[in-house]
């Protein structure tokens, strides 16, 4: 039996993936914690909305190319 498992919850775990998020520091910003949480809800999303890695890069390169209308006669590049 391993003794790391007895003392384990779920807040120390999610602020373990925290840090390693941010680059294996143990004391992080605010920051820091605010961008690993974004990056931790969209791996959840993403592994519990069976979209592939390619599908989810299409969507989102065609989503930053919807630009104001004004800036899209400009640029037709996408």
Sequence with gaps: MLLGHLQS???ESHFGWLRQLAGAN???SVRQVMEGDKKIQALSLLKFSQFTLAELSRVTAQSNCV???SAAADDESC
């Design 26 to 28: 143990y004391h992080i």
């Design 9 to 11: 919850d779920a807040i």
């Design 67 to 69: 630009q104001p209308s």
